[in-house]
């Protein structure tokens, strides 16, 4: 099956990744100030909080010393090609413990549109009529199928040797069965590897994380005018160069190995759902009772 290969050098970057996966963490990067955006925690989802107007990047690193496929969704659309994700997709393929960042949707082999933090209604899945699962970044990762090795054994002669023949040798022969590529996979910053026509003998299809494809349960499109505001969403940003390359890949099983997923939205919106605790409110008026003992002067 045809694939993806970067041909940008992957850097390996020292922030603490915002999921620990067993095969790939996963975590945003905020292009305009440099940092990674820190995790919060809340009923077993991890959340991140967007700046409106930024740009970002989804960062992604192999931790296995084998190649991995990872399926890239966000807001429940296919990063690579533009497709409602599902488990039919193409997905980007990682070497052995490397690391890279996705900056924006695939366009084409050496270009990108950059992923933006922008209101629910502008966001390139509402833009295209796709609005449910805005608000949510997940990957689904998969093993590569390993190439069989098998040896074909001496075979003993029926009918006495003749003058003239040769005997027969025993052959180590390493299986590379391959898959055919799907024609119209897309392509990717990391690798893309798209399905086959076909899932034979333990081969896998990739599934874009099924827990990103699931309707947010948070009621994220109800909005309360006097605590929140419009939710975030990822636009369709301006181009830049992102070159990328074609390889082959062939999952090891019909379901992801991981699923690593990321919810985000702006800092007043979390806070009104509870994500983030809610700040402690000021005094407006003088108290008469601020302190419990009586502190030192200032000198």
């Not at 029926?158 to 996979?185: F, N, Y």
Request: hydrophobic fraction near 35%; glycine fraction near 8%; include cysteine.
């Amino acid at each position: 099956m045809k694939s993806l290969l970067p041909l940008f050098a992957a850097s390996l970057l020292s922030c603490a990744s915002l999921h620990a996966g067993s095969l790939l963490d996963l975590s945003l990067v905020d292009r305009d100030t440099g940092a990674t955006l820190s995790p919060l925690t809340r009923d077993g989802k991890l959340y991140v909080v967007g700046i409106p107007g930024h740009r970002y990047s989804v960062h992604m690193s192999n931790r296995t010393g084998e190649r991995v496929m990872a399926v890239l969704s966000v807001d429940g659309v296919n990063a690579v090609s533009g497709e409602t994700a599902n488990p039919e997709q193409t997905g980007y393929v990682l070497a052995p413990y490397q690391s890279t960042e996705i900056n924006g949707w695939r366009k084409s082999v050496a270009e990108v549109a950059q992923f933006n933090f922008t209101a629910l209604s502008n966001s390139y899945a509402a833009r295209t009529g796709r609005a449910n699962n805005v608000g949510v970044i997940g990957v689904a990762v998969f093993r590569e199928k390993q190439k069989p090795i098998w040896r074909e054994d001496k075979i003993a002669a029926a009918e006495p040797k003749k003058s003239g023949d040769q005997p027969m040798e025993s052959a180590e022969v390493t299986g590379s069965r391959t898959r055919r590529a799907d024609a119209e996979s897309a392509t990717a910053d990391t690798a893309a590897a798209s399905p086959p026509a076909s899932n034979a003998a333990g081969a896998a299809k990739v599934t874009s994380a099924p827990a990103p494809m699931q309707q947010a349960a948070d009621g994220r499109l109800a909005q309360r005018a006097e605590k929140r505001e419009e939710s975030l969403g990822t636009g369709h940003g301006a181009r830049e160069s992102s070159y990328v390359s074609y390889t082959s890949f062939e999952r090891a099983g019909s379901q992801p190995n991981e699923v690593v997923s990321i919810w985000y939205d702006s800092y007043r919106n979390l806070v009104a759902r509870g994500v983030i605790p809610m700040p402690k409110p000021i005094a407006s008026e003088p108290q008469p009772f601020p302190q419990g003992f009586v502190p030192d002067p200032a000198s």
